[in-house]
């Protein structure tokens, strides 16, 4: 079959990037400019390696990142081409794109919610889930899972959650010592209920995640705001507080990617962080939220899987692998007293968590289906990412400071100048795009969290000019 496409790929192996995304990356762009159009025929996998002088198998893990993402089909006995149906239609120009858009938003048009950084479901593994769920009502024994269950969660679903932490987090923890939630914040509320009373201090940063504050205020704790730099959380801020209260009881925090700036918890931070939290026997809440997905390097292990910390609560999430709307959370800690005053508090308001899901997730686990789909998720939110990262240099870069975070499903965005946001978020509605107004961070607070992982790269090619446009009406920058 005659494929006239004229190779022009270059591949750096010292570049840091896997070759295969190289790859797909690179046919992605020549897609996007026209020089491969819709309907054009790929080189064959075993004809594309040897040019490359790589292994095939690479180039056949490059074609089947571009089939996830809908850019190439694969048509049997006849080769890879150039998708019909783009995911996105880039020869529209911006005037047209954005033509449409306000069409739209006359006609009453969809609203574009730019949450906290929901994944996208529609590639959630739905199909994998539902055979999960007929294979364990088919099983035999299926009577035994109808009664009550534990209050922690089933053991073996525990275990496997144990394994995972330890393997991958680095951590050193055991199945009796984690409790299965309905998502995370189930577990931030458990905790807080059991570990702080009424007059005790809890340091949060700040800006920082509300509804993790509004579970400690209501356990009755009053809260120091500390805040956050490129480093992430001010230790000298810290030591200050620790020096002038006598009954702070926890620090929470979320440095993997600090919730909403998505900046990092330096090395040196953690490990006096860790010095100052046996110093004053203060317990750290981890909230390591979106662990899974991470462009980069190998992500940073979370400040629970230092062996020299002595008190601490990880709290994680199933919910943004699997799907949104499946609660599954997990809070792991070595502190037995407070895990049994978890179950005990569990009992009274749930009995136990949903066996039957844990059981459907926990076959997925096995058989390698979650693993297969973060793989294949990585995949479409970096992509993502990267496209979104050309929009603001685009549109962005002369109103608000930005970085290219290395994981995770949403930028930090900082305008150049102090903005009226409730001027700015009342404007954007009437354009049909919501964003969580910067209040909901905490005070004083000059940035927005824009997530990309649910909204498609079309709405994204909107409604981004719009957003920087809006902003520069409000900008005086000197």
Do not use: C
């Not at 053991?155 to 394994?163: A, N, T």
């Not at 509804?211 to 030591?239: C, R, T």
């Not at 789909?373 to 002369?398: C, G, P, Q, S």
Request: net charge positive; hydrophobic share 40%; charged share 25%.
């Amino acid at each position: 079959m005659l494929r006239p496409w004229k190779l022009e790929l270059e591949i750096d192996k010292k570049l840091g990037k896997a070759v295969y995304l190289q790859i797909a990356d690179i046919i992605i762009t020549d897609i996007r400019s026209g020089r491969l159009k819709p309907g054009d025929a790929l080189p064959g996998s075993r004809n594309l390696a040897q040019t490359l002088k790589i292994n095939r198998n690479t180039v056949v893990e490059a074609y089947q990142v571009l089939i996830n993402e809908e850019w190439v089909i694969s048509k049997e006995r006849k080769g890879i081409f150039v998708s019909e149906r783009l995911p996105v239609l880039h020869e529209k120009n911006t005037d047209a794109l954005h033509d449409s858009y306000n069409q739209q938003v006359m006609s009453g048009g969809m609203l574009i919610n730019f949450d906290d950084g929901h994944p996208d479901s529609k590639i959630a593994p739905v199909t994998e889930l539902a055979r999960a769920y007929r294979q364990i009502f088919s099983i035999k024994a299926k009577w035994q899972m109808m009664g009550y269950g534990h209050e922690h969660g089933d053991v073996e679903f525990r275990k496997m959650i144990s394994q995972m932490l330890n393997h991958q987090r680095g951590m050193h923890i055991h199945q009796n010592e984690i409790s299965i939630t309905r998502g995370s914040q189930m577990g931030m509320f458990l905790t807080a209920q059991t570990l702080l009373t009424s007059g005790d201090r809890v340091i949060v940063e700040e800006p920082g995640y509300q509804p993790a504050w509004q579970a400690f205020e209501y356990a009755g704790a009053q809260l120091l705001p500390v805040s956050v730099d490129k480093e992430g959380i001010s230790i000298e801020a810290i030591e200050t507080l620790l020096t002038q209260y006598q009954n702070i009881k926890a620090i929470y925090i979320t440095p993997h990617r600090q919730y909403p700036t998505t900046v990092t918890l330096s090395l040196s931070r953690r490990l006096k962080l860790i010095e100052l939290s046996n110093q004053y026997n203060i317990t750290i809440i981890e909230d390591d939220y979106d662990n899974e997905f991470h462009f980069g390097y190998r992500p940073i292990l979370p400040i629970s899987s230092f062996p020299g910390l002595q008190h601490y609560v990880y709290i994680g999430t199933l919910s943004k692998v699997v799907a949104p709307a499946l609660r599954i959370g997990y809070l792991a800690t070595k502190n037995q007293e407070l895990l049994k005053k978890v179950g005990d508090l569990r009992k009274i308001i749930d009995v136990h968590g949903d066996v039957i899901m844990e059981q459907a997730v926990l076959q997925l686990i096995k058989e390698g289906a979650v693993k297969k789909h973060i793989r294949k998720a990585t995949v479409h939110y970096k992509n993502k990412r990267d496209f979104v990262f050309e929009l603001l240099k685009k549109y962005m870069k002369d109103v608000a400071e930005f970085t290219l975070p290395e994981g995770g499903l949403a930028f930090w965005i900082v305008p150049k100048a102090q903005l009226d946001w409730n001027a700015v978020t009342a404007l954007l509605l009437k354009k049909n795009i919501k964003i969580i107004h910067p209040g909901q961070y905490g005070q004083n607070v000059n940035g927005f969290r824009l997530s990309y992982g649910a909204l498609s790269e079309e709405q994204l090619e909107q409604t981004i000019p719009l957003i920087a446009r809006i902003f520069s009406r409000f900008l005086t920058i000197d």
